[in-house]
């Protein structure tokens, strides 16, 4: 098993930055391909991005292509979402996910075992 953690959201300005990191537990953290999703209020978690196992295979979601990137330090049992050139649209609850299953995750959020708490990223003036 694996517990994770997100830290690092919080309100920024639209076209700003922030980077989010997904904490894991556990010596076998190469195990796992690693998800990002989001949740805004009244709608369904979609799909961010994720990262294969050793971190040379990333897929990202249409929405944030060219602004956002996710890489890992498995070294230091962490995943991160850099996010650049941030909207409106893109406030919501972030979530990082893991699972053993695939050597890169899927885009949907239900063949994730595992989920942190989540951490909230509002985009505002």
Known sequence: QVQLVESGGGLV?????????CAASG??????TVGWFRQA??????????????????????SV?????ISRDNAKNTVYLQMHS??????????C??????ELGPNLASEY??????????VSS
């Open 86 to 95: 941030l909207k409106p649209e893109d406030t919501a609850v972030y979530y």
């Open 65 to 69: 292509k060219g602004r956002f990137t």
């Open 13 to 21: 300005q639209p076209g700003g930055s922030l980077r989010l990191s």
């Open 113 to 122: 075992a595992y989920w942190g708490q989540g951490t909230q990223v509002t």
């Open 97 to 102: 996910a893991a699972d053993t299953t695939y």
């Open 41 to 62: 209020p009244g709608k369904e978690r979609e799909f961010v991005a994720v990262i294969d196992r050793s971190g040379s295979i990333t897929r990202l979601a249409n």
């Open 27 to 32: 010596r076998t953290f190469g195990s796992y």
